[in-house]
């Protein structure tokens, strides 16, 4: 089951406060690997992550040809390092996106002054440290 401590949610939510700008890990449908720095990442709800995808390049494509996402947060001063893995869905209209939108950081909202942005949920399946001791699992 997953149920991300407060402490997750409140450090994820803080990331680009705190200079610790998630990253997100995507792979096209070859396989080909690509990391992509994402400022907007939020925890959704208890198993959720979400992020507003501005930028609508290859992060995006790869995951419409695979949804299997990790979000890295990694925050050196606290010494914590957490691996999400899950399943993203793209959500380019709606009540879905417009929620994501409203809970951006303005910093990212700003660099999409039209709002051409759509939101991506990640269904979270996995967390782990990066020594690979496993927090949760579905």
Known sequence: M???TGEM???VDRAQA?????TLGTADKDGQPQLSLKGSV???DSETLAYWERAKRSALENVAENPKVVILYNN???RIRWRFYGTAVVHESG????????RTVQGELDRDPERLGVAVLVKVDKINELSGNVLQER
């Open 76 to 78: 050196p001063e606290k």
């Open 18 to 22: 705190d200079g610790c700008v998630c």
């Open 9 to 11: 949610k409140e450090l």
């Open 42 to 44: 939020m925890v959704f």
């Open 95 to 102: 009540p879905i996106r417009e929620e994501v939108m409203g």
């Open 2 to 4: 997953i149920d991300m």
